[in-house]
């Protein structure tokens, strides 16, 4: 096995404990900054006097985090004011994996469907039980080189 194909498989393993850790958290209706600082008993002006700002700031960065328009950086800054800590992740929603596995499927079927209208065009048509073990067949290439299943043709 390659160096890269340890590194890959170390990586997926990480992602995936993570999904199993916080694939379940749900962002609170009113965003984590205004619900955190609530459940601190901190009011937005003490915040505000904390991080040297207005409380109208505040109140803006709250808005911004509900509508998705904070940056990261002002959501470590207000974290850190409020004694917490800012953590970014990007979840998927099954194990990566499942993700390839699917990935693969969807473009080997496409790929052999494309021949497959080539064929019919020829008179060759391919029996159902021939377009998958083709499409068996396809998966197993893709797979073997996953970079290939990004591409789009």
Sequence with gaps: MSIKAVIARQLRENV?????QFGQ???P???WLRTVRT???MSGAQLARRMGITRGAISRSEK???EGAITINTMKQIAANMNC???YAVIPDR???EIIEHRAREKATELVNQAGVHMALEAQNLTNQQMEKHIEQVVNDLLARPSSLWNEE
């Design 95 to 97: 194990d990566v994996e």
């Design 16 to 20: 995936n404990e993570a999904r199993k």
């Design 29 to 31: 209706s009113g965003g």
């Design 25 to 27: 958290v749900e962002t």
């Design 85 to 87: 800590r800012f953590v």
């Design 39 to 41: 459940a601190l008993g």
């Design 64 to 66: 911004a985090e509900i």
